[in-house]
């Protein structure tokens, strides 16, 4: 990797198409897109030092105007107040945008702080990514 590859000082390393991008082993991101739908796939952590990592990426994603963007936080394991933020922001930019938006939650470390804030039925929620 030449200096030329890395991010400027201060920017995320942000994923782009099919690719992975580790944020300090803290969380990874990958994307894909197939016949119109974005999937952003999550793995980690969900906080207030993650979350603006997730957040360029999924605002990358529906700059694209998917006809759905998937974001699969099935591989979360800890989704803080920041990364609730993030979702409901995106849910409001995929509606301004006419994306559809589907969650993939399978896991109580993702499914109790959606349950506990009340923002669960903000969401179209799914355990898997077929539709």
């Known amino acids: 990797m030449t200096t030329s590859d890395l991010p400027a000082e201060g920017q995320p390393d942000v994923s782009t198409e099919g690719t992975e991008a580790p944020f300090d082993d803290v969380i990874t991101l990958s994307t894909s897109t197939e016949d119109g739908v974005a999937t952003v796939t999550v793995v980690g952590e969900v906080d207030t030092f993650t979350a603006p990592v997730l957040r360029s990426t999924l605002d990358g994603q529906l700059e694209q105007q998917p006809r759905e963007l998937v974001i699969d936080l099935s591989g979360v394991q800890f989704l ?11 849910q409001k930019s995929a509606r301004a945008r ?9 896991t109580r470390a993702v499914t109790r702080p959606l349950e506990v804030t009340g923002l669960i039925d903000l969401f179209t929620i799914a355990d898997s990514t077929a539709r």
């Open 80 to 90: 803080g107040s920041a990364g609730l933020a993030v979702l409901v922001e995106t």
């Open 98 to 106: 006419e994306v559809a938006l589907r969650l993939i939650a399978t």
